[in-house]
């Protein structure tokens, strides 16, 4: 099993609620219900907070929307505070479906609720399928849910989980007005032992820097020289620390990875800080980009070996 | 004055509203009111069509927050439609109050609401201010402003401007757990003569890259070999088109001065593809880093008269 | 005819003398006799002094050699003084012959001379060809080849052309020990009228930086990021000028190309001096790698194009 | 002691002969004539092949002059053929004396002889001092000491070592036309203990890269990265291997510097090929540039346990 967790494996799971969000459903992909209980949190903070503080072991939260952008919360949440480190990423396709009580139909609604992100990325079709209905604004997608099957709305847009947990059909699916969002989520552990290498796994890190001309270039020539691709890389503010520049990032490859290893040892050398934020299996559906045979492992030992035998003053071939 | 608008100003300004948010405020600050008329839109998409059909000379949308991050439909309706450029930036320091209708104090407030999002920047001292008052959420920041002014609710979190507007009291300032937030502002205009330049100047644009290891390197080589520092970079998923990377980056410097021409040039040429957003005045209150003068305006001429010189068969020094 | 000199061509040609020397055989290569009039010069120092002063029209001097790699005189002598460009290179192969009078056998030698150069790189084939004789030195090799005919010595190693010359037998060709050594020569004349691009050139340059840690790498980057290959490098001393590095490069391509007159242009902004040395038609028998898309010069001045519309406020595409 | 070399020190000294050249010399300052005995030998092949043999335990070669520039009979004997070490360089004023036997006044100067190299550097003051004297060649300086000793001549050009082994008198010192010429030797050993480190030491090396665009900027980007400079660089021609190039350098540092080991680490994996050549005290007279904190070995020694700590699970920091 790919990106299989450390031997004590989690068994109480925070995550971004409320139950019936993306986040649950993202987590019942990660975990079989029979792994572990699960803990709605209110907040990103909270979710994190709550591993820090051993109520929880694991946290399930957004790093990125594909439609939202990246999630500050988690960055910043995972960049400041005691070290937490990622153990697995979740791709989760964001999709909305119109809930109803069973045998409602279209023309039946008169009103309609759901978070207001919701309704903003569902504006368009919501306006064709229920025109002359004014949404209303819940605070979560699950919470508009509850309320249709408390009869207090006719219909919400929410997840098909959350129709599931609370009993609604899907009239409607796929009501977003541009499909095919993801969200990524990322599971938070404390510090501990790693996930093993895959083979196609991705690193994490925020990396701070001075503030002066080339100074990314500078980090980035450390993953270039030794073949290492970048997958994202963000600047980050960092208001606090005028002059400074921090920067998260994922490369390809695992810190077990003599590459990605030297590579990280290289930034904290030159970087004025440097989190190491978790080595896990890729889970985008992609392959990492192949491994230059002058990048493999194989040869790090070998030039290990080699420079090992000059230093001894052995024939430097 | 610095940053000044091309000759036609924009009279007729589309922002993202409804009217009392923060994005109104902005544009209160960027553009006073008698020099144009004012029009809150439903979203940053609608913002931007407004501007792109012609109902509307120019458009304030957000760019990024450093709470929230940045703003994936400003970054990604720019780079997408329509050409139109960024001439102007505006920073603005979000801060939520708590209002109320003259007269109410703390110990009157019964009910609460707010956007969603501004409950959660605000969770923390509202547990403090109100405990077990439950908020209660609503389309904008704006629109629980009015409700308090209607009666619906007894108190709002929402922005000064709001409070204002519609005749509340500010019973309780900055709200916000994590004070200090900023959002940056950019305002959008169809092309034509671009600001002109201050000497603090930002520039933004888009590249799109095929997805190799030391693309990004490459892409930034391009900036450091003439001296020009980045001041944001952010990778945006290509969903639609695999094995492409797309960068979005402001860098210091205006379109028209060499060194950044000659860069954009360079991106051009060696890019997949490269949209210009604009050069634009500073505006968050800092200064540019020195230029050093190998690569001012006065070297690169110096340098290409030197280059005529050598073609034509001159002494070349 | 690719290479071709400028419009009012060289008519006097001064060379490393004497006659009979490898230098004359490279000029009679590049220059046919009908063409212009020739004068041997003592040393490369009073060949381009004679090009400097007027006295010729252009001087045809030794660059580097594969067996006594780089002459610095020459490398010294366009680095500094009035300037001077390259027109053109020349490749000679050096092969010594064994030349003796018509009709002397090998039994019948008893006596040797030649340049020490010259014996130093056939030692091994003389000692088995001609054990016993021990060699005699001559100021050159064309003057080994004078003496025998004048009979003073039995045999000489020259070139053929000085055995021809003479009136001498080839007795031994190829008596270097080590064979297919080659000899690069330069045309040089003053500044003027380049010649015209080929579609295979090289552009030589002298280029002085600070000595400070990654100078070189910055210099080098004005080429890479320009898709520009160097075919040579080398650090000269600058004893004069403590602190400084100075580097002779050779370039694929011609100064009229855009890449290379930016690359030009570029090292001209940063380093502390450059020097062009000319534009020239290669000729060592290969090819110039090819010119990416992204750096040829329509791509150049595709971008230009796009730059000044974008400057004009044209939709910026 | 600086640079002190290697346990058991050599005591049987190949070097570039005759008795009485500069070479010699240069060994008399490296190496005090009590410690060993001195073998001259005909050329820079035969002292690296005496030391390959076995038949010297050590060889004093020339590198590079200032005059002269680089010598390629030791860069490509060091290059090729079984694997030797520099451990000691050591730099020769080069300063020609006018030599006579005792008595002579210049005006009694009839005949002068002397190698042809040395008869060129000083031609200018040999025709001031010594006007209508026709200068014949020898096949060596210190040759042409002795037959002024033994009165065959009236006047040599040669090192002050060959006028006092001969018994003759300076004349007149220093009588280059550009006087301050130095040469650099290097003592060449078989691969053993390294010398150790001084603090100001330099490493050599050959580096061997496929000819692409970029090739060379990828190969100093390994120094650059880890804050390494370099002293020397030049291309060497690789007639023998088609689309390759040949680098020789020297930089700062020491194989038993982590960064430098780190450095040449990378280079064997990603060059064709790396030959080692030594690291040796630095004896130029200046000091290495100073190494940046972050490059230092305690920085590689933090960097080591952080990348260790964070691999075994630790708290990453």
Known sequence: M????????????????????????ALRTA???????????????AALAAVRSGDADAALVPMENSVEGSVPATMDGLADGRPLVITREVFLDVSFVLAVRPGTELADVRSLASHPHALAQTAGRLA??????????TSSTAGAAEAVAAGQYDAAVCAPIAAERYGLAALVEDVADRPGAVTRFVLVEPSGALPAPTGNDKTSLVAVVGDRTGALLDLLSEFAVRGISLTRIESRPTRERLGVYSFSLDCEGHVADRRVGEALAALHRVCDDVRFLGSYARADGRENKPVPGTAADAAFAEAEAWLAGIRAGASPG
Do not use: C, H, I
């Not at 967790?5 to 649950?24: D, I, K, N, Q």
């Not at 064709?128 to 604004?137: H, I, R, T, W």
């Open 2 to 25: 790919p990106g299989k967790l450390s031997s004590t494996s989690p068994t109480r799971f925070a995550y971004l609620g409320p139950e019936g969000t993306f986040a649950e459903a």
């Open 128 to 137: 064709e399928l229920l025109p002359g209905v004014v949404p209303l604004p």
């Open 31 to 45: 975990v079989a219900s029979s792994e572990g209980a699960r803990y709605p949190q209110p907040s990103v903070p």
